[in-house]
């Protein structure tokens, strides 16, 4: 009856959002008066798990499964959330656990539901608040069905210690046919991604050409910092599609959101909208974006970004 | 190749988002409908396929008779069919299942649907209907080149992309990438005659349980003023970001 929790790693150790959702994992464990286990890939330390209210770790350890697959994952959970008879189980909002979910929702005939950005309500019917009309609104849902899946958006309710201890036991799932095959990856291991980011640095058409962006990569370079654009700036081919962000690209949902040179068009803003904090740097003091800020420098950025990289240089040497 | 594309009808960008009815019910009132921007770039690499390699094309939507002019206009864009399953669409599982029995019956050999609908941004529907259907599935796929029974898909990941090969039959969720901005059509008058005379078959439900359900609906709590800082004063920004948002 404990509540499972798909905790992913990368290269053997655990994502941020491993550790968030194990965090909602124990919430919901709570509010339940159950036990949280874990199910663990190829990852190394699985007792740091432990620390986030993990209670038991399903450690997993099989090359077949070096490389992310959708049908081979989602089989090792539902066999995992078979052998625990859970009836609850947790994934995040990464671009994988999203990949893996509806076909674990169908496996275990399960109700799911994405962007979940709170604790249940109740968990007798089941109601969850999840994010919906591109982060302008929220909807209350309901999962009526025995097994639930709640998928939670990144950053929504972070990290939360817990002084327990988690025990590890080798678990071994059969692997059905992989169907899609991997042959080849091509990403910045040297980036943080949009996704994982607590800092994104975006800018606009505003920055007037691709060969602006070293200020922009410099900016985030000091804050460690994703970068990313708007929509234009990605279909000009200044900037690569994977950091065209909002409505129609990929949401951000960081603690600082970081706009320069961006109007806040509404769909721009749809999908920052998730972001805590926003700065936006612009010339124009009725740019809109200002409406959606909590900080704003009405200025030209050619100016405002070097002199902020500057400053926080000299912050940082002081922290 | 018989390719069917999920067409699922939303609110166009712009809409103000409101609700009705104790805040149970999205206000459609004076909203615009479109074809879900996913599932329009999906669409139109179905119309490339159906040009260079030869395909049918259908589209289906599962929603009431009010779904029609988007399938219509699906259909302008050059779509040769067009299905809707006569029901409300009221959560995922449910739509996938229609959509599941769809394909089934009419032997499809690739879906190709949207990563996430803009509206309730599931982003299940497709993964649901290839598990239903045991078909393949790549999700956030960015492009898709088929040959034969063998496909070869680029598919976004955090931080990057990955390049897959699969087989027929297939689902993916498409976005952006699949194709252009610049492919994408706008109907011309000759589509929009020839689409009156394409056939738009409805279909009666099939009986299922709504795994999920819909409860009520809250807006966000409306921002405080912005506070600015002069541009001569970055200092003061730098603190305010450590002192009072304490995110660096
Ligand atoms: C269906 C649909 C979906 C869309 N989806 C998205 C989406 O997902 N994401 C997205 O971003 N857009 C999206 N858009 C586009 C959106 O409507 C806007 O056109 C776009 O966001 C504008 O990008 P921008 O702010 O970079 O450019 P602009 O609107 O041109 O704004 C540039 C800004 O830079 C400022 N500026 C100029 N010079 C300087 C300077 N020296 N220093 C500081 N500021 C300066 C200007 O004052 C201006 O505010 C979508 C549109 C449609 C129709
Ligand atoms: C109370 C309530 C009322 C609703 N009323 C309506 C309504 O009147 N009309 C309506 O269309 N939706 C309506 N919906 C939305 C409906 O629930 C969605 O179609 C369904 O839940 C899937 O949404 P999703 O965001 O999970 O889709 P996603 O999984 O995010 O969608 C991904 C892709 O799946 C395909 N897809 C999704 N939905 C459909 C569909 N209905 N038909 C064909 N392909 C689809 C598209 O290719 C889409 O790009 C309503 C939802 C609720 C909760």
């Given at each position: 009856m404990s509540v499972l929790v798909y905790t992913e790693s990368e290269k053997g150790s655990f994502k941020k959002t491993a550790l968030e959702v194990a965090s909602y994992a124990k919430a919901i464990a709570n509010q339940l008066g159950t036990t949280v286990t874990a199910i663990a890939i190829n990852?190394?330390?699985?007792?740091?798990l432990g620390n986030y209210g993990v209670d038991k770790v399903l450690s997993v350890k099989n090359a077949q499964l070096d490389k992310f697959n959708a049908n081979a994952y989602a089989a090792a959970i539902k066999q995992a959330a078979e052998s625990e008879s859970s009836k609850v189980v947790v994934v995040s909002s990464s671009a994988d656990s999203k990949y893996l979910a509806p076909l674990l929702a169908v496996g275990l005939n399960a109700g799911y539901a994405s962007n979940?950005?709170?604790?249940?309500?109740?968990?007798?019917?089941?109601t969850v608040k999840r994010s919906a009309f591109t982060n302008k609104a929220f909807e209350i849902a309901q999962i009526n069905t025995d097994v639930k899946i709640v998928g939670v958006s990144n950053n929504s309710f972070g990290l939360v210690e817990n002084s327990g201890s988690a025990s590890a036991e080798d678990f071994s799932p059969s692997i059905p046919e992989l169907g899609v095959t991997v042959e080849s990856v091509d990403k910045a291991t040297d980036k943080v991604t949009i996704a994982d980011a607590e800092i994104v640095v975006s800018a606009g058409?505003?920055?007037?050409?691709?060969?602006?962006w070293g200020m922009i990569e410099e900016l985030a370079d000091v804050l460690g910092a994703a970068t990313a654009c708007s929509k234009p700036v990605s279909d000009l081919g200044w900037?690569?599609?994977?950091?065209h962000v909002g409505q129609t690209g990929k949401p951000v949902a960081s603690n600082l959101y970081i706009a320069i040179g961006?109007?806040?068009?509404i769909q721009h803003l749809a999908g920052i909208n998730a972001s805590k904090v926003k700065v936006v740097i612009n010339?124009?003091?009725?740019?809109?974006?200002f409406k959606a800020a909590d900080y704003g420098v009405v200025g030209d950025a050619f100016q405002v970004v070097p002199e902020l990289i500057e400053k926080l240089k000299a912050f940082k040497a002081q922290q | 190749m018989k390719i069917l594309v999920c067409i699922s009808h939303v609110p166009d960008t712009t809409s103000k988002i409101n609700f009705t009815d104790g805040d149970t019910?999205?206000?459609?009132?004076g909203v615009q409908f479109v074809i879900n921007p996913n599932d329009e770039f999906g669409l139109t690499r179905a119309m490339w396929f159906k040009e260079k390699q030869g395909a049918t094309v259908s589209v289906v939507n599962v929603g009431g008779a009010e779904t029609e002019p988007t399938l219509r206009k699906a259909l302008a864009i050059g779509a040769d069919a067009a299905i809707r399953?006569?029901?409300?669409?009221?959560d995922a599982f449910s739509v996938a299942k229609q959509l599941a029995k769809v394909v089934k019956d009419g032997g499809y050999d690739l879906v190709i649907a949207g990563?996430?609908?803009?509206?309730?941004?599931?982003?299940m529907v497709p993964g649901m209907i290839a598990g239903l259907t045991e078909a393949n599935f790549v999700n956030n796929c960015i492009n898709l080149e088929v040959d034969g029974t063998s496909a070869k898909a680029i598919r976004e990941i955090d931080g990057g992309k990955e390049t897959v090969s699969t087989s027929l039959p297939l689902v993916i969720g498409g976005q952006k990438g699949?194709?252009?901005?610049?492919?994408l059509r706008i109907p011309n008058m000759r589509g929009i005659m020839m689409a009156r005379q394409k056939p738009l078959t409805v279909v009666e439900p099939i009986d299922v349980s709504a795994e999920t359900t819909s409860v009520s609906f809250e807006k966000p709590i409306p921002k405080g003023a912005v506070t600015l800082v002069s541009p001569d004063n970055l200092d003061e920004l730098v603190s305010l970001l450590h002192n009072e948002a304490k995110v660096i």
């Open positions: 990852a190394d330390d699985v007792s740091t979940v950005v709170e604790a249940p309500s109740n968990t007798s019917p089941f058409r505003g920055l007037k050409g691709p060969e602006n900037r690569p599609h994977s950091e961006i109007s806040g068009a010339t124009d003091p009725e740019a809109p974006f | 019910k999205f206000d459609t009132n399953v006569n029901t409300p669409a009221t990563r996430e609908s803009i509206d309730y941004n599931g982003g699949l194709v252009e901005e610049s492919d």
